[in-house]
């Protein structure tokens, strides 16, 4: 789920708590400790950004609802205890060996860490293909490119054990140059395709990509660090889930997401070599 559609189901959610509430906007708003023309701005749709996390939580607290219900990451609109307790946002900011997720990694070594990307998965990247993503993500590039090489670095230590799982069009919309990716010149997004042959090839078996069909299943990014927390990404923000049971859930998703997968870690080496070769009418 990229930002916008984030957005607009947060929108929706929103809109719905408001009709439910019988609260004019002002009166709703006063609930959640946010200003009146802030709500406006939220329900118009005007911006793809979402409130901060002190107002979703308090939006959360306030009506009953769970969180991930309130960002579009469940159907279930309970609130487990549990997982309120144990839930933290954190910004996602730059420079990777400062953020969180450098120290949670670090934290899970000799651990399985279980990772659904967003897109293509960091630590495959091309440096052409870091420059155009943060191009077009406003991102800075040292900051990840540093990410890049962190990840490269951690996935060659022994005690490594990482399973990546993304859906196999991700990879055939790149190869023809489709969606965000474009602006990404055809002779780049060949080097790309084989960068990543070579490093899963490298990497393998501590690091293993499997690759699902994504019409079958859907998944949000996250990652597992072990059996000690979980990061769901959700555009500029991580919710940090430490409790057992939802930890065991998402361990479970993801363990599905392999069974289904198309091609196994053995083959998405060969198989992103494919993709570099094959040539795709307009």
């Known amino acids: 789920m990229d930002k916008r559609d984030l957005s607009n189901l947060f929108r929706e959610r929103l809109k719905l708590l408001l009709t439910r509430s019988d ?75 400062r953020t969180l997720l450098a120290k949670w990694h670090a934290e899970a070594a000799g651990s399985k860490i279980r990772y659904v990307p967003a897109g293509i998965p960091d630590l495959l990247r091309t440096e052409a293909l870091v420059e155009y993503e943060a191009g077009i993500t406003n991102k800075s590039r040292r900051a990840q490119a540093g990410e890049t090489q962190y990840r490269i670095d951690y996935n060659r230590r022994p005690e490594t054990d990482m399973e990546v799982c993304m859906p196999r069009h991700t990879l055939e919309i790149f190869a023809r140059g489709l969606g965000v990716w474009d602006g990404f010149a055809e002779a780049d997004r060949r080097e790309q395709l084989l960068h990543m042959s070579a490093l899963l090839d490298d990497l393998y078996p501590t690091f293993r990509l499997f690759l699902y069909d994504g019409r079958m299943r859907y998944s949000i990014p996250y990652t597992i660090f072990g059996p000690y927390r979980a990061a769901i990404y959700v555009g500029d923000m991580y919710l940090v889930l430490n409790a057992i049971q939802p930890i065991r859930t998402l361990t479970s998703h993801f363990d599905n997401l392999i069974r289904a997968a198309e091609i196994n870690a053995h083959e998405a080496a060969a198989f992103a070599q494919l993709l570099s070769e094959m040539r795709f009418d307009d």
């Open 23 to 97: 609260l004019n906007q002002s009166a709703f708003a006063t609930a959640v400790g946010i200003d009146r023309s802030a709500l406006s701005q939220l329900l118009s749709g005007a911006s793809t950004r979402l409130p901060r996390a002190e107002t979703l939580l308090n939006m959360a607290a306030e009506f009953k609802v769970s969180l991930d219900w309130l960002l579009g990451l469940s159907q279930d609109e309970g609130v487990t205890g549990e997982i309120r307790e144990s839930l933290e946002i954190e910004e996602a900011a730059g420079g990777f060996d």
